[in-house]
């Protein structure tokens, strides 16, 4: 192949000669000058080269406090090297603006003391906490020189240009917590009475909406467990939110202070959330103004057996002491089947409403006061099993009333038991 206009030719002259300009009729390699290299293998290096050209091109060193992120950086950087790194071989080597150099040096710590106190200049100090910090090799080195080496010279924990984060107003001033119910017994009858009134079909289950009303008196199943409104905390006329605290009551004994909101959304959000329609009895204490609270807590029972089982007829004043959560109708309906009433018809001789006392601890200290006075014996059941009626006594009706009625007022410890005449007496 033949090759026209172009002229090949062997030349002699080695790359620094061509670098150089030797043999350049046209001047191409005039103005071409090779680049410094860095070391590679320290990034520090790399740094101040960077450090470098930023004062090539602006005349000035890189402002730690700039608002430009790169500047601020190579500030920092520089801040740092001259800190921390003056006596490096590697970097004085390329240090072609004198960084590092002890004027620079201590140009550098004036700059950075009169930001902090511009009218208490402490250069020596600054250098002296340069000197220092080198020595610095261990923990026990940290701790000595705390003061110095701790301090925030470059404002780092000084947060600029960052957005104050969004004051949550929603959030509650207090998280809904968790704890015993420690008067459950007030609330164990109306958790009974509910039950049973499901099972009869007097009160219903409805999925909870997410607009439905929450009132005192209400019961809930959330996430299995039914709970009940026991209070809610009064709305002030300022609160427009309608977001009260409840007191919420769980059938497993634990109460909670949840929010009227939390609850609800909490309900909604549950596929097996539901709420206990009541029935008209509900709704007409509703229209009366009467809750829960001006019901009777249970009812402590008196009665008599008007059976005739020959093993009993020794017994001169038979009675059954015992409580219920529930009325006393619905506790004695199936007495003829249970061997708690003798599986015999039963009499209701007296009774006692429990409000402000737990019907179940009244029954247990009546049922020790007069311990004495319990009948022990052995009865066969209908279906042939043994039994011991463990709530009947033999003691006139008079002195389980004046024993109830001791228990009540507090006063129960200023007597006994006379057991041979089956009476209460003074101590």
């Not at 150099?101 to 002296?128: F, G, H, M, N, W």
């Not at 019907?359 to 011991?388: C, N, S």
């Not at 033999?394 to 009706?397: G, R």
């Not at 389980?400 to 007022?409: L, T």
């Given at each position: ?21 030797k ?155 968790r704890?015993?119910?420690i ?6 009858a ?13 009160y ?64 909604y ?11 008209a ?60 009433f003798?599986?015999?018809p039963v ?46 006594f033999?003691?006139?009706?008079e ?14 410890n ?14």
């Open positions: 192949m033949k090759l026209t206009g172009i002229k090949l030719a062997i030349s002699d002259l080695t790359l620094e000669d061509i670098l150089n300009g043999d350049d009729p046209h001047g191409l390699l005039k103005d071409l000058k090779p680049k410094k290299t860095t070391s590679k293998s320290n990034p520090l290096t790399i740094r101040l080269d960077e450090i470098n050209q930023f004062i090539d091109k602006n005349s000035r060193r890189p402002d730690p406090n700039s608002e430009n992120i790169s500047e601020m950086v190579l500030g920092e950087a520089l801040r740092s090297i001259i800190q921390k790194h003056s006596e490096d071989q590697d970097i004085l080597k390329n240090d072609r603006h004198n960084l590092l150099t002890l004027d620079s040096i201590r140009v550098e710590s004036a700059t950075i003391e009169e930001s902090d106190c511009p009218s208490s200049p402490t250069i020596s100090k600054t250098v002296q906490d340069i000197e220092t910090s080198k020595s610095v090799t261990s923990l026990e080195d940290i701790f000595n020189t705390a003061n110095s080496l701790l301090e925030d010279s470059a404002g780092i924990f000084n947060l600029q240009h960052v957005p104050a984060a969004k004051q949550n107003k929603d959030m509650p001033d207090e998280i809904a917590e704890k015993q119910c008067d459950f017994w007030k609330f164990e109306l958790f009974s009475e509910m039950q049973q009134k499901l099972k009869n079909g007097e219903q289950l409805q999925k909870f909406s997410n607009n439905s009303q929450i009132r005192e008196g209400d019961f809930f199943i959330l996430k299995g467990v039914t709970c009940f409104v026991d209070s809610i905390a009064a709305i002030s006329e300022r609160d427009d939110t309608h977001n009260p605290r409840m007191r919420l009551i769980f059938e497993n004994g634990v109460e909670s202070n949840m929010l009227m909101r939390s609850l609800a959304a909490s309900l959000k549950d596929e097996n959330g539901r709420r206990v329609l009541q029935g009895e509900a709704v007409t204490e509703s229209l009366i103004n009467t809750s829960h609270k001006d019901k009777p807590l249970g009812y402590l029972y008196i009665l008599r057996s008007l059976g005739n089982k020959p093993a009993l007829a020794q017994f001169d004043n038979l009675y059954k002491i015992g409580f219920t959560a529930t009325t006393i109708q619905d506790r004695i309906k199936n007495a003829e089947r249970d061997t708690a003798l599986e015999s009499e209701i001789v007296k009774y006692f409403e429990c409000r402000q006392v737990n019907p179940h601890m009244l029954e247990r200290l009546t049922h020790t006061f007069l311990e004495a006075q319990r009948i022990k014996v052995m009865l066969v059941g209908r279906d042939g099993q043994h039994y011991l009626p463990n709530e009947w033999n003691v006139p009706l002195t389980i009333v004046e024993v109830v009625k001791r228990i009540s007022d507090g006063t129960i200023q007597y006994r038991m006379n057991n041979t005449t089956g009476e209460m007496v003074r101590k």
